[in-house]
């Protein structure tokens, strides 16, 4: 048991985040790329099962549970941790990558705990590192937007716990298996996961939060809470018919205000909630194909939103600015991260030879299995929308449109080549995808590449393309944002309280005026009645208590008679 | 007239221009020679795939237009107020 809980790749991470901070220099560079290799290593000599249980309480918890399912999320974890090190390595605040493997260990924990309480438990750490991360960029907003975020996580752990809490009352069961949408406890726990999946109504904190983070901050942000999300779903939730509609949602929510933003990293932010709706479309399909097709596009959406933040990034750092309508014809200078950021473009719309086309394609092929046809409209024509919201719009109005005057050079080694590096997994799995389906949980029966899937993908992307330019006078930028729902919890909750405080404050006034005004009076009649001579207190004659007797007796005999 | 890079000249960009065009052409063209083994009866009509990318972007931008009439605010909204501190 001693060596399982050293070689849980959650905690070599989270105790080498701890300790980076120890380590300067040549001797912190090489840490901070061996670390996640570690975890990668240990991970992959784990054997399937459950190698570590323990008894507390009256649970039986199970804080390492390996099958394929969870080795394939835990695998992209320490992968995006490893690339997100090796791009943040220049970067000044001492406290991002700490926090950030934190939050990477947090999300393999979560991706190997075999019961509902481990799960809560690194859950809840996922919260603590991702704000660590938030906060290390160290601007005024950042920490503005940390407290809304981690106000949002907070309350959807709340939620969470009271739906675990409630499981295990009805079940006694621990164990985090897959569960029926049908019993109050069970909604809860959907409603926590979905909180953090970015779904509706709760989509704003993705938005708002990921593009305030420094520049390497955000690119470890878009990696883990969604995507652990999409993993619980996966797990918890496979085929609940909802999802379907959920995801569909948070597929056309993040075209939609892709197409309006104007921050380049916000645009990303918004496909992200893009990207888990095809995942959770396909989680609440349900069948094998769709449960492997959410899967391998968790993973290969990993990289190539990671590849995309880290072109922003480099622009970013290079710039200061993220503001589309003050970038463009970056181009001219900075070829290479034009270019990576052009694979993870045609890698997020799923064009032919990368990543997104061998992965996206297996849900919208379960669909069809499915004879969901309305369904499968509504991917078809998403397809088209990813390539229109970010895989044209990022790179033309950052890399191209007008020319912005701005030459700034390429980034620096460490973030060139953290570029490059998922640069060529994008290419990689789009060419080569047996490597990915060989470690998806159910066998896989599908060929990407035939002749009919390759010519009406390409049909829908370029004329998607073509839309994007014949319309491109409605797609100017101007320097606005988008209202959404945070704005109920960041306008109109504050103002309702405060005017509501006003009110309180007003009645509290008031009740504390009358409520004095009594008092006074009572203790004003208490005085007259009782003083030295008052009614109560002065001396009565016995002749008086003799005639008051009297009439009393005399009374008691009137109504003995009437009676 | 010297550029500082070919894709500065509008010569070259009006040629990835016809480029695009016959690029989009020929997948069009290509879905007639090959057997796209539709599903649904609709994805059997010819070209189907182009015409629902364009007219689906279509929708979407004006969507998006018509409810960023509702939504769009100045990008300083939150901070100008100091709401959010």
């Known amino acids: ?563 | 007239m010297k550029y500082e890079h070919w894709l500065d000249n509008p010569l070259n960009v009006k040629k990835l221009w016809r480029g695009f065009i016959a690029v989009l052409a020929l997948t069009v063209i290509a879905g007639f020679f090959t057997d796209l083994h539709p599903h649904f009866e609709i994805e059997g009509w010819y070209g189907f795939y182009a015409v629902y990318g364009f007219i689906t972007c279509l929708l979407m931008i004006l969507g998006a237009k018509a409810l960023g009439l509702l939504l769009k605010r100045p990008d300083t909204q939150y901070a100008e107020d100091g709401r959010d501190d």
Request: contains cysteine.
């Open chain 1, 1 to 563: 048991m001693t060596s399982a809980i050293l070689l849980h790749p959650a905690l070599i991470l989270i105790i080498g985040a701890l300790l980076l901070p120890l380590l300067r220099g040549a001797a912190r560079n090489v840490a901070v790329l061996a670390i996640p290799l570690l975890a990668l290593a240990a991970l992959w000599l784990l054997p399937e099962g459950r190698p570590w249980q323990v008894q507390w309480l009256d649970y039986s918890l199970a804080p390492l549970a390996v099958d394929k399912l969870s080795r394939l999320f835990a695998t992209i974890f320490a992968l995006m941790a490893f690339g997100g090190g090796l791009f943040a390595l220049r970067q000044e605040s001492r406290l991002e990558i700490p926090a950030a493997y934190l939050y990477a260990g947090s999300a393999i924990g979560v991706a190997l705990a075999g019961d509902l309480i481990t799960v809560f438990l690194f859950w809840e750490f996922m919260a603590v590192g991702s704000t660590l991360v938030l906060w290390s960029a160290g601007t005024p907003l950042a920490w503005a937007a940390s407290r809304r975020y981690v106000g949002v996580h907070l309350a959807g752990g709340v939620i969470l716990f009271a739906g675990i809490a409630g499981h295990i009352a009805q079940t006694g069961d621990v164990a985090f298996t897959a569960m029926q949408a049908d019993s109050i406890a069970h909604w809860l726990i959907l409603a926590g996961f979905l909180i953090n999946a970015g779904a509706p109504p709760f989509s704003a904190w993705l938005p708002d939060a990921y593009p305030e983070a420094s520049w390497s901050g955000t690119v470890f942000l878009s990696a883990f809470t969604t995507k652990t999300a999409v993993y619980v779903l996966l797990r918890g939730f496979p085929g609940a018919e909802i999802l379907i509609w959920i995801g569909i949602f948070m597929i056309f929510y993040g075209i939609v205000y892709a197409l309006l933003e104007n921050d380049m990293r916000r645009i990303l932010a918004y496909s992200i909630v893009n990207q888990v709706g095809f995942m959770v479309t396909g989680i609440g399909i349900g069948t094998e194909m769709a449960l492997n097709g959410a899967a391998a596009h968790a993973f290969t959406h990993i990289i190539y939103k990671a590849l995309l933040l880290m072109s922003a990034g480099a622009v970013l750092a290079a710039t200061g600015r993220r503001k589309c309508s003050e970038l463009g014809g970056l181009f001219h200078s900075m070829p290479l991260t034009t270019i990576c950021g052009t694979i993870g473009a045609l890698a997020i719309s799923s064009f032919p030879l990368t990543s997104g086309f061998i992965s996206k394609s297996m849900v919208t092929q379960a669909a069809i299995d499915g004879h969901l046809q309305m369904v499968w409209l509504f991917l078809a024509a998403a397809s088209a929308g990813v390539f229109l919201h970010a895989g044209i719009k990022f790179p033309w109005f950052v890399f191209f449109q007008k020319d912005s005057g701005l030459r700034p050079a390429d980034p620096p080694a460490s973030m060139r080549w953290g570029m490059i590096l998922f640069a060529f997994l994008c290419i990689g799995l789009g060419v080569w995808p047996d490597p990915l389906y060989a470690m998806l949980p159910y066998a896989v029966n599908y060929v990407p590449y035939t002749a009919a899937h390759v010519i009406t993908q390409l049909q829908l992307l370029l004329f998607s393309g073509l839309a994007f330019f014949v319309m491109l006078d409605y797609l100017k930028r101007t320097p606005t944002i988008t209202l959404d729902f945070d704005w109920l919890y960041r306008v109109a909750g504050p103002a309702l309280a405060r005017r509501l405080g006003g009110r309180l404050s007003q009645a509290r006034a008031g009740l504390d005026g009358l409520a004095r005004e009594g008092a006074n009076r009572m203790t004003a009649q208490i005085h007259q009645h009782r003083r030295p001579d008052g009614l109560l207190s002065r001396s009565w004659p016995t002749g008086g208590m003799a005639l008051w007797v009297m009439v009393l007796l005399l009374a008691n005999l009137v109504f003995y008679y009437l009676g």
